[in-house]
């Protein structure tokens, strides 16, 4: 009896870490060019049981939002897409209106760390219920036309930079 207790703890607790256990994180720092010494981090982990937490901090102060649900979807990404792609009118999927958004904000400075061009496919983390100062927050794990992985990035609306 008391081994079969045990194994219920055991398997319980196995359970509750497995929750836990953090699947993807990702982190970028945003320099404004009014305050070029003070840039706001922001650091999302995504936990195996697809919730995620954020967190912002800047001048020595940190926020981070509660515990979020994670919409993880997986999506190909056509060629020849560019900043100048139409989202609406080329019917984009998912994945690539993140890949074409990015595009954009590389056009004003913002990096994503990797060759948008190079993309065929994308794991997008999207967080659901986050109230972000600069719109939805997801992370982009972009992989090439043989899978190989390029890289991830994270968008926040207006901002878009490569996981640290």
Known sequence: MKSIIFAMLMAVSASAFAQESILKEC?????FEETPNNALNINVKIYSDLTAVMTRSADGQSETNPKAKVILSEETVRTNLSAETNPDGEKLNIGERYVVHAMVLEEFGNNAGLDLKKVRSVKVYKLQDTSSTFGSASVIEARDANKKLLGS??????????CQ
Do not use: R, T
């Open 27 to 31: 982190s970028i720092a945003i320099e």
């Open 153 to 162: 990035f994270l968008d926040v609306g207006l901002f878009v930079g490569a």
